[in-house]
């Protein structure tokens, strides 16, 4: 998804493991933390620093 705009984008159930959405654009916590699967899943700043996300992908969600 290089370079995808995801603005409003509904990430609800959406498994992004091992997805890369490093570049994407307009990515938010809140869409993230609707996703079923963050393992391994490569993330923006500061979406990936964000404390509920660190602890759903430590604990291998």
């Known amino acids: 998804m290089c370079r ?6 509904d ?5 992004l493991v091992r ?3 490093s570049d994407v654009r307009g990515l938010r916590v ?3 933390l609707a996703a079923r699967g ?3 899943c490569v ?3 500061p979406v990936r620093s964000d404390s509920r996300v660190v602890e759903r ?5």
Not at 11 to 15: H, I, P, R
Not at 57 to 61: A, D, F, I
């Open 43 to 45: 993330l923006p700043e």
């Open 19 to 21: 997805a890369d959405l």
């Open 11 to 15: 990430l609800a159930d959406a498994d």
């Open 38 to 40: 963050l393992h391994n």
């Open 57 to 61: 992908v430590s604990r291998g969600e």
């Open 4 to 9: 995808a705009r995801l603005d409003g984008a």
């Open 30 to 32: 809140e869409q993230v």
